[in-house]
């Protein structure tokens, strides 16, 4: 069964300003699909209406055969659909293990009328597989015991990362995970991602402003602009776009 | 028409009060991020000066009111401004212990230097005024009303139009860079405070006349400006004007409605108005019309340093050895204060796993406390539930009282965490605060709960037991409790080990639940309920659980607490008082953040170390609630201090140019600002230049 991420005709309003405008998106599972646009376009509403996070007034979002509409986002991550935050949303006071740990006890924690409670033998041999598994993905088992408060934004990026990893996602959305990285980072931040979506043959959704990682790993494009999907196409088409182009720079002619 | 301006008038008048108050809370919120829970401490300190100045050393009342104004208003406001800038990256349950610990500062020194009982300040406006039909409208309401609106235009212009109202807004979202801009934001925010101040000093003086001055009163009344503030959302100064003269008409009319009934908890609405206007607003405002003002790039907790399973296991094992020890170390007669520290210890447990464990806040957990005490206590009396196992003749065993007290206290922490699941920190806080303040001003009236001021028994197991009678029940009740293992409970020493067996149990819950997936999950939503949330997690039945559990837990310690005293009084200034609420947030804010430790060191700071010297001093022990506040601001503000922010930004350029790094260039010369850098992108052909990395969609 597939688990591609299925969006139709999305719209998000906040009064009267209309932040994302009959958006349609369709993010296949087995590779990395990009979502770019100049700063205010409306990828992080985007996002956040395909996680549940604000309410659009119209569309729907499908996950596979599963219909996401007016589930709120913890029923959203339970069919499948995970996220991570432009804005990294880490647990600060904990460390790194204990960060990877929690995404999945958060998943397994829906699962049973208590499971909010304790977790059963299974789940718990679930979850330190999943974390150590998904530490070693990303290089950063070494940093363990040390409190995510204590990082570099670099080393952050990837915990977060490999929190998501850990939990049992079907589809991850990902808004702007090397902002904050270098060059040499960033590479590396998207072979952990490549390597994941050919291991998994799951999917990602990626916002992202550089384009050199962009055009290193998505494979499908879509351009956002005041709201709007301008473009869509392969990395290489949209890069080459005029109209891409004119979206990030307005009237200045490229090179 | 005149039953109309009966209550108009005055409506008018007292609304106009609220407004003052309402302004200066929203201004100094708005502009600082800070909600400030002391600011009817403040407006009772204005109060006292006055009244100092005027009444005690015969000054004109205008000096005494510019007196006032200087000292509380602009010097308090500047204090303020300090304490406010220390707490701009704590977070939410440190901001709250902050301002919450001034409020008992303020408020037990006032009563220390003054007194609990009402000073009268006199009328200093004038009262006469010309007569509408059976009323008169005196020329002091008519300035105090026009005083309000004008000060409300005036800062609604301001706010609006001028460059300086639009940097008071800016400031708290981002004062670097506002001072970008060529504002200094410091300057800005010394601005708001000292209004904010003299908003609530003004509003103290001119409440005085009216009810006296004292400090409970005082505090209360313009705590009641926190419904006009919610009115207008904590942000919309007209809205707040608007909602200020609602409450105020509503106050003075429905009197005339509740005094028909015989029902205290009815008669009490009139002036529980402001809170059930708090809550309504909080419950049914759309949540994200109330969004936490300011920049919330709190400095997180680091956690407590963990020690391993043998080390916990072995210091647990010897503070219970300690505990258990202590009837036979200390004098027979101190023996029931550690009793009530015991009970006290089982509350502030209660309180720690809430504010600790969850992130969440409670401002009303001795109300949990009191229904514990009262529903065990008739219980054990009355015997409601008759037909429980257990159960003697008509009444239950003080277990199963204990518990059930307890249980009882759960629907209420379910109501406390509604606003939790709906909105954002602070305002959880706000709203517990009003909910602690409505169960005693309404609920403990209740014939369930106190039955209006009488004393609820609460007999010890195997206890005899006089009930007298009451309005709704005829026949007084006499009897034993049923007793416990054939153990004599008059005895101090077996009741202390009762009440030590119950700690014993609810410490064993709390680390049950720290150990468990909820407290480990209950820590993340600590940090980050959105992302915990974004991986499955429900955080509104965490919060939900975690709420009922911790008012479950303190409406047991309320059994046991009122045990110590076989009975309980919901009057105010008594052991279940709101502010004593207040108290124990200050004291647990200055005693760690260990699950099992710091709630029995606060317990002990507040109830057993004044039988030692030098606390058993009286002096001391009239400046106890000084001391806890004043420590509970200092451990909130402690991470910030350093030399540059307690001398403030000027301060901290003097510092740099002393350094020799300043060179006589201004402070805003040498922010942290990073030049936007632009991001070269590598397309498939060549780079094009696109803009900023790491910008926002």
């Known amino acids: ?255 | 028409m005149n039953q109309f301006l009966n209550y108009m008038v005055p409506g008018v008048a007292d609304g106009s009060v609220y407004a003052l108050a309402a302004i200066g809370l929203v201004l100094t919120y708005k502009t600082s991020g800070v909600f400030n829970f002391a600011h009817g401490a403040l407006a009772a300190t204005g109060a006292y000066v006055f009244y100092e100045g005027y009444v005690e050393q015969g000054w004109k009342w205008p000096f005494a009111f510019l007196v006032s104004l200087l000292v509380v208003g602009v010097l308090g406001g500047l204090i303020l401004e300090r304490l406010a800038t220390l707490l701009a990256s704590a977070p939410t349950v440190t901001t709250v212990v902050a301002t919450v610990g001034l409020l008992v500062l303020l408020q037990s020194l006032m009563t220390a230097i003054y007194g609990a009982s009402d000073k009268k300040s006199g009328d200093f406006l004038p009262t006469n005024g010309p007569r509408v039909g059976d009323v008169t409208i005196s020329y002091g309401e008519m300035m105090i009303t026009g005083f309000c609106l004008g000060a409300a235009l005036a800062l609604f212009a301001f706010f609006g139009r001028t460059r300086m109202g639009r940097a008071m807004t800016a400031v708290v979202d981002d004062p670097n860079l506002l001072a970008l801009q060529k504002s200094n934001p410091a300057v800005v925010r010394r601005l708001s405070w000292v209004l904010g101040s003299c908003f609530a000093t003004i509003s103290g003086m001119l409440l005085a006349p009216k009810l006296g001055v004292s400090v409970g009163v005082l505090v209360l009344i313009v705590i009641a400006a926190y419904g006009a503030a919610a009115v207008g959302l904590f942000e919309n100064l007209p809205l707040t004007v608007a909602g200020a003269f609602f409450i105020g008409i509503l106050v003075n009319y429905l009197p005339s409605q509740t005094q028909k009934t015989q029902s205290l908890f009815l008669q009490s609405m009139p002036r529980n108005v402001p809170f059930i206007v708090l809550l309504l607003v909080f419950l049914f405002v759309p949540a994200r019309m109330l969004t936490e003002r300011g920049v919330r790039n709190a400095r997180r907790f680091k956690p407590p340093k963990a020690f391993s399973l043998p080390v916990t296991a072995a210091g647990l094992a010897a503070l219970l050895g300690l505990m258990i020890a202590v009837p036979h170390v200390v004098a027979e007669t101190d023996v029931t204060v550690y009793s009530a520290f015991v009970a006290y210890a089982i509350i502030f447990m209660s309180l720690g796993m809430l504010v600790w464990m969850s992130g969440q806040i409670s401002l009303c957990h001795l109300g949990f406390a009191a229904i514990g005490a009262t529903v065990s206590g008739k219980l054990m009396t009355l015997g409601f539930f008759g037909w429980l196992p257990l159960v003697g003749d008509k009444t239950v065993s003080w277990p199963v009282a204990v518990i059930i007290g307890g249980l009882v206290a759960i629907p209420f922490g379910a109501i406390v965490a509604i606003p939790a699941i709906r909105l954002a920190g602070i305002y959880v806080a706000i709203a517990t605060f009003g909910f602690g303040i409505l169960l005693q001003q309404a609920f403990y009236l209740a014939p369930v709960m106190f039955d209006g001021a009488s004393l609820v028994q609460h007999p010890r197991p195997g206890e005899e037991f006089s009930v007298g009678a009451t309005s709704k029940r005829f026949e007084p009740v006499e009897g034993t409790s049923a007793g416990l293992f054939g153990i004599d409970f008059s005895n101090e020493k077996n009741y202390y080990y009762l009440a030590l067996s119950v700690l014993v149990v609810m410490a064993a819950i709390v680390l049950l639940v720290q150990r468990s997936r909820l407290g480990a999950l209950l820590r993340a939503m600590a940090d980050s309920g959105v992302a915990l949330e974004a991986h499955g997690a429900n955080t509104n039945v965490m919060r939900i659980i975690v709420f009922c559990l911790s008012a479950f837990m303190a409406g047991v310690g309320g059994g046991v607490l009122a045990g110590v005293t076989q009975s309980a009084s919901g009057n105010p200034g008594g052991t279940f008082d709101y502010t004593v609420s207040l108290i124990f947030v200050a004291v647990l804010g200055f005693c760690g953040r260990r699950p099992i430790l710091s709630p029995i060191l606060a317990a002990f700071a507040f109830q057993v170390i004044k039988i030692y010297p030098p606390f058993d001093d009286p002096t001391m022990i009239k400046y106890r609630g000084v001391m806890f506040g004043a420590l509970a601001i200092f451990v909130a503000v402690a991470p910030a201090l350093n030399l540059n922010t307690l001398l403030g930004t000027r301060g901290k350029e003097r510092a740099l140019d002393a350094e020799g790094g300043g060179g006589g260039s201004s402070v805003r010369d040498r922010l942290d600002v990073t030049p936007v850098r632009p991001v070269t992108i590598r397309t498939v052909e060549e780079p094009v230049l696109l803009g900023s990395k790491g910008s926002g969609a």
């Open chain 1, 1 to 255: 069964m597939s688990v591609d991420l299925d969006v139709q005709n999305v719209t998000v309003r906040f009064g009267g300003i209309v932040a994302v405008n009959d958006a349609t998106l369709y993010a296949k599972q087995g590779q990395i699909t990009g979502l770019i646009g100049p700063n205010g376009a409306g990828k992080t509403t985007f996002f956040n209406a395909c996680t549940g996070r604000n309410h659009p007034q119209s569309g729907t979002v499908r996950l596979g055969e599963q219909d996401l509409h007016g589930h709120r986002s913890s029923n959203r991550a339970h069919h499948g659909l995970g996220r991570t935050f432009q804005r990294m949303e880490l647990f600060e006071s904990l460390t790194v293990l204990e960060n990877v740990r929690t995404g999945p006890a958060a998943f397994y924690s829906s699962y049973r009328p208590l499971g909010l409670l304790y977790s059963t033998r299974k789940e718990t041999k679930q979850i330190k597989a999943r974390a150590e598994e998904a530490m070693a993905h990303c290089h950063i088992a070494h940093l363990q015991n040390k409190t995510v408060g204590d990082l570099s934004t670099g080393q952050r990026r990837l915990v977060e990362l490999a929190r998501a990893i850990a939990t049992p996602f079907k589809f991850l959305l990902l808004d702007e995970p090397s902002s904050g990285l270098d060059v040499a980072e960033t590479h590396a931040f998207g072979k952990v991602l490549s390597d994941w979506v050919n291991e998994t043959g799951f999917g990602i959704l990626i916002v992202e402003h550089d384009m050199a990682l962009v055009s290193e790993i998505c494979q499908q494009i879509y351009v956002l602009d005041f709201g709007k999907i301008i473009y869509q196409g392969t990395t290489r088409e949209a890069l080459s776009s005029d109209l891409v182009k004119a979206a990030y720079l307005g009237e200045v002619s490229v090179a």
